[in-house]
């Protein structure tokens, strides 16, 4: 009788959401959208994080009753960046994080997604930068470096 009645539902134009993202994200826990709108406001959104290259997506289906699987794809919000790719410099963090919300939602491994988030989050720490996201005076290491460093901080983290 009183399920749900903890959320909060508003309605909002595409336009307008987008003006909200970037004024106040804070306000938004989930967004729910079609494809279209939502592809525009992941984009609009991406900016808040500095990069597409940060965000992680997933399209999750509901958990099957008799099996208990969830069927579910996941993607770096980004795409496939076809002009870039093959060049060693995109940025791999989001399609890291995409396999990390696999192993949390999928598999129900959640202590494994947290250990790969905090490698990210360490690796961010020491100053590790594709070119999408440093600054004028950051070192900047391509896609296969950036993987390595973070490679190595999970292992890291695993054999403490």
Do not use: W
């Amino acid at each position: 009788e009183n399920e749900g009645k903890e959320i909060l539902l508003n309605h909002m134009y595409a336009d307008n959401c987008a003006m909200q993202l970037v004024r106040d994200p804070k306000q938004f826990d989930v967004i729910v959208t079609d494809n279209l709108f939502g592809d525009i406001l992941s984009d609009t959104s991406a900016m808040l994080t500095g990069s597409l290259g940060m965000l992680p997506s997933a399209s999750l289906g509901s958990k099957d009753e008799t099996t208990g699987k969830r069927y579910a794809m996941y993607e770096p919000v980004h795409g496939s960046a076809p002009d870039i790719a093959g060049k060693g410099i995109v940025n791999p963090i989001a399609q890291i994080l995409s396999f990390s919300m696999l192993l949390r939602y999928s598999f129900e491994l959640n202590k494994e997604a947290e250990l790969l988030e905090k490698a990210i989050s360490l690796t961010l720490d020491e100053g590790y930068r594709t070119k999408d996201l440093a600054s004028k005076d950051e070192k900047v290491v391509g896609t296969s470096e950036m993987t390595d460093v973070i490679i190595n901080k999970m292992t890291e983290l695993t054999d403490k």
